[in-house]
């Protein structure tokens, strides 16, 4: 009976233990439904958070201004996929708010479709015409802009919130240009109901330029720094794992109800491993002339001025 009770006491005192030393983090993903965005389901379908005694309370939201809001907020300790414009907008006025590591570079995923039947060719057909993107300060933003200006044209730019709410507007007639990263609506596009009209790829120079970025909460990183820490060293993981287990295109598949030659269409068309790098923000002058073109920020700024935004947590071994 005593051994018993001892036994008990133990596997009490384990139990324990575990709860005292459980880390927590709540991290806010923007776009749920996209590649990149999946990183997260994969680190928890593959047992890396309970492997590293980390629990993550994950949520997504309707784009990188809503996930950078929570983040100001104290609402997440950790933000996904922002577009650094804001993030740039947001932290020169002040706000607690920096950039932990990046998070795309060169954004291939995204690209704009109009309805087949809408006469537009390409961006040089959008004079006058209503242009979307997601929100202020967003990737689809900064990359929408640089299009345009490259095409020559003054379309009317539209935020037009997340790539559901956007396709319903392109089909119903409100809009004329949506914008979608894949796979999303690349069904549309095989069946013929939307054609695409244009791609990050077609602006050079943003390939080696970092567009979006993950962010953390200034107090969160005073008080659960280590745990970030992890946190960014599980998201590595993760990335390596998704490009080496079929495992994670099936349950990309899975979870986004799309068939698999699709998915696998997306991450290898629009998604190439390279630009998911996260321990160096790429092109940096570039997107602080972006920002100053664009009016995110007052004046001029260099790296220097704005050395302060940058805390990169985790840099992968060459």
């Avoid at 927590?24 to 492997?51: C, H, N, P, T, Y």
Wanted: charged share 20%; proline share 4%.
């Amino acid at each position: 009976m005593s051994k018993l009770l001892a036994v008990l006491c133990a596997a009490v005192l384990v139990s324990l233990t575990s709860f005292v030393h459980a880390e927590s983090l709540k991290v806010a993903i923007s776009q749920r439904g996209f590649w990149d965005s999946s990183f997260v389901e994969f680190a928890e379908a593959a047992g890396f958070f309970k492997e590293a005694g980390l629990e993550v309370e994950a949520f997504y939201t309707d784009g990188g201004a809503a996930t950078l809001t929570t983040v100001l907020s104290g609402s997440a300790d950790v933000g996904l996929s922002n577009g650094l414009l804001g993030v740039i907008g947001a932290y020169v006025k002040g706000a607690p708010v920096r950039v932990i590591s990046a998070q795309m570079t060169g954004a291939g995923e995204l690209y704009w479709y109009t309805r087949a039947d809408s006469g537009i060719k390409s961006l040089k057909d959008t004079e006058g015409k209503t242009v979307a993107f997601s929100s202020p300060g967003s990737s689809s933003n900064l990359i929408l802009l640089g299009l345009l200006r490259q095409a020559g044209v003054n379309a009317k730019t539209f935020a037009a919130g997340g790539a559901p709410a956007t396709l319903t507007q392109v089909m119903t007639g409100q809009i004329d240009v949506g914008w979608a990263a894949a796979p999303f609506g690349l069904q549309n596009v095989l069946d013929g109901k939307t054609v695409i009209i244009a791609r990050t790829g077609d602006v050079p120079q943003l390939a080696n330029q970092t567009i979006r970025v993950n962010v953390a909460n200034t107090e969160a990183l005073k008080t659960k720094r280590a745990t970030i820490e992890k946190f960014m060293r599980i998201y590595a993981r993760a990335i390596d794992w998704a490009y080496q287990n079929p495992r994670a295109v099936e349950l990309f598949a899975q979870n986004m109800k799309l068939t698999l030659p699709i998915a696998k269409k997306a991450v290898d068309e629009f998604y190439p491993k390279q630009g998911l790098q996260i321990g160096e923000i790429k092109g940096l002058d570039l997107t602080l002339k972006d920002a100053l073109d664009y009016k995110y920020i007052p004046s001029p700024k260099t790296p220097q001025d704005i050395a302060g935004l940058f805390d990169i947590l985790y840099k992968p071994a060459k």
